[in-house]
């Protein structure tokens, strides 16, 4: 998912309030908030705690394929493009995109 991209954080666009808890194999997890997620703007402090290390984006085996999960828009309005090349990985490459089996999951 992350072809193409040089740096390991990326600012990420949210006007909503669904959240997602990281996956039991850190694998799925693909893009995670950090413990301090704000860059600008207002947050709610109730909302600001939920946002705090959940999950922007995830890939969840289903069956003999994967569901790649965006919970935010990566092509919000065409006006954020930080986030284009993830939506266009998932489309071009998400048949190629696996994640290895962990040991968690099993449980």
Do not use: C
């Not at 394929?65 to 065409?78: C, E, K």
């Amino acid at each position: 998912m992350g072809f193409g991209f040089t740096n390991r954080t990326i600012s990420v666009y949210r006007n909503h309030s669904v959240f997602i808890e990281p996956s039991k194999n850190p694998f799925n997890t693909v893009i995670k908030y950090t413990a301090n997620p704000l860059l600008s703007g207002y947050i709610h402090p109730t909302n600001l705690a939920k946002i705090k290390n959940s999950v922007s984006l995830q890939v969840s085996n289903m069956g003999q394929g994967r569901a790649i999960l965006f919970v935010d828009d990566p092509a919000f309005r065409g006006y954020w493009n930080g986030t284009n090349k993830l939506f266009f990985n998932a489309l071009f490459f998400g048949s190629h995109i696996s994640a290895p089996r962990f040991e968690a999951e099993e449980e």
